[in-house]
């Protein structure tokens, strides 16, 4: 793997914005229709659906991409040499907490999946307003949805701050200090909706 460790980790930069990234907000976007009612999520996840050659887009551009970033995620994760303790400027506990996230996230992914995609594919379940109102009616698996969603949206987030310096675009210390706070901004904003929409299920 060493000899391909470059491009490996440069593909898994990338894919954490296009199309991980950006399916993340679309989803985000969805959810949030919960916040208006019962009727209106359902109308947009049946929007969602409609839409054609949906199978291939959610295997080709969701859940191929997102198995790679996780997987050689994980592989990062538990090869990285972290010590935030020893070294505890900010920097260093977010290179830390990236990592923690990335294992949440990705555990977090395949479980949400399970519950929404996979039961729904095999008959089991009806991929509507109901089904997550089932899904969040005990307060374990609402704080787990909690944390969830706060750690996908803080690896976003904090990613996005490294995708920009792994691909040359915030190069001077200013640039970086800017973009500090863009992502910072961005982790509120997704949190609140994400939460929002939540919370809109219980």
């Not at 109901?130 to 990613?159: D, K, R």
């Amino acid at each position: 793997m060493k000899e391909h460790e470059f491009f490996y980790r440069k593909l898994h930069s990338i894919l954490g914005v296009i199309p991980i990234g950006a399916f993340l907000i679309q989803h985000f976007m969805i959810n949030y229709f919960a916040v208006y009612g019962e009727a209106q999520f359902n109308q947009a996840v049946r929007v969602v659906e409609s839409l054609p050659f949906l199978l291939f887009l959610e295997i080709f551009l969701i859940y191929i991409p997102i198995l790679y970033h996780g997987v050689l995620g994980v592989y990062i994760a538990t090869r990285s040499k972290n010590n935030p303790i020893r070294y505890g400027y900010v920097r260093n506990w977010l290179f830390y907490a990236q990592r923690v996230t990335g294992i949440i996230t990705f555990l977090f992914i395949l479980w949400h999946v399970y519950e929404t995609r996979i039961r729904v594919g095999l008959g089991l379940e009806q991929l509507n307003f109901e089904l997550m109102e089932h899904i969040l009616m005990t307060p374990v698996m609402l704080i787990i949805y909690v944390i969830g969603i706060l750690s996908t949206t803080f690896h976003f987030a904090n990613g996005l701050w490294s995708f920009l310096i792994t691909w040359g675009i915030t190069q001077s210390p200013k640039s970086q200090r800017m973009s500090t706070y863009v992502v910072m901004f961005i982790f509120l904003v997704m949190s609140y909706i994400g939460i929002r929409a939540l919370f809109s299920f219980v």
